[in-house]
Nanobody
């Protein structure tokens, strides 16, 4: 499975941005999809994930501001980011893991199998 993240950029605080992760290879509908981020000098952290059946989970810091979605026909997983804050500045990575319908959402970096190359999001104050 190859993942390609896109949509990053430079925005002002309060703005919105939509990231997209395109998958190729494998069977997309059998993947759990996730987004992580890594700020300078910090460890990569969980942002959001969506199960095969559409269940979602979010980090507390982005709840009510970010929304993850998936389109199995297009083989994409998007992250809609609203009301962006300077502390959201980071390189955002999409990730995937083969899953069954009952697989719980994993929030640890080491639990995820496939990674995209990352896209930079910079939020100015």
């Amino acid at each position: 499975v190859q993942l390609q993240a896109s949509g990053g950029g430079l925005v002002q605080a309060g703005d919105s941005l939509r990231l997209s992760c395109a998958a190729s290879g494998g069977t997309f509908s059998r993947l759990m999809m996730g987004w992580f981020r890594q700020a300078p000098g910090k460890e990569r952290e969980f942002v959001a994930a969506i199960t095969r059946s559409g269940g979602t989970s979010y980090a507390d810091s982005v709840k009510a501001r970010f929304t993850i979605s998936r389109d199995n026909a297009k083989k994409t997983a998007d992250l809609q980011m609203n009301t962006l804050k300077p502390e959201d500045t980071a390189v955002y990575y999409c990730a995937a893991i083969p899953a069954i319908l009952t697989t719980p959402i994993y929030k640890e970096v080491n639990d995820w199998t496939y990674w995209g190359q990352g896209t930079q999001v910079t939020v100015s104050s």
